[in-house]
């Protein structure tokens, strides 16, 4: 799993992945959030509270349609 693009707001933020194929969408996003989890409430001991909320959304992007996603 490679982060080609990271952006987002105050309440929510937006991830470009390049994924292999044998990694699925579930499965990165399962890593994604308890991985940076830890890492906030070990960092930042005053948002022991953190969580992400229980959903997500996934779109499909094509390796040619990549650098037009990336604004």
């Not at 309440?11 to 994924?19: E, P, Q, R, S, Y």
């Not at 070990?42 to 022991?48: A, D, I, L, R, W």
């Amino acid at each position: 799993m490679k982060a080609l693009a990271i952006s987002g707001a105050a309440d929510h933020v937006h991830i470009l992945l390049c994924l292999p194929a044998t990694l699925s969408v579930a499965k990165a996003v399962q890593l994604l959030k308890g991985n940076s989890s830890k890492w906030i409430r070990e960092t930042f001991p005053k948002m022991h509270f953190f969580a992400w909320q229980k959903g997500y959304g996934a779109f499909s992007v094509s390796i040619s349609g990549v650098d037009a996603t990336v604004i």
